[in-house]
């Protein structure tokens, strides 16, 4: 009987993925998102590349 390897295709295996925290990160597969956010009357903006966890995953996977 042959064995065959699986492979988690898990944003922790992935290439575009970036740990910040235990079990978290972000995914750089593509460029930072911008988020519009209210504070007070203000109005501010930021760009963040998406948060994911580990043991996400998606069709962009490409492995390290």
Same mark, same amino acid.
């Given at each position: 009987?042959?064995?065959?390897?699986?492979?988690?295709?898990?944003?922790?295996?992935?290439?575009?993925? /970036?740990?910040?925290?235990?079990?978290?990160? &972000?995914? *750089?597969?593509?460029?930072?998102? #911008?988020?519009?956010? /209210?504070?007070?009357?203000?109005?501010?903006? &930021?760009? *963040?590349?998406?948060?994911?966890? #580990?043991?996400?995953?998606?069709?962009?996977?490409?492995?390290?």
């Amino acid at each position: 009987m042959e064995s065959t390897a699986t492979h988690t295709k898990t944003c922790s295996a992935c290439a575009y993925w /970036k740990e910040t925290t235990s079990g978290e990160g &972000e995914c *750089r597969v593509r460029s930072p998102q #911008a988020i519009v956010f /209210k504070v007070d009357a203000g109005t501010q903006f &930021e760009s *963040r590349f998406p948060e994911t966890k #580990a043991s996400d995953w998606c069709g962009e996977f490409s492995a390290k």
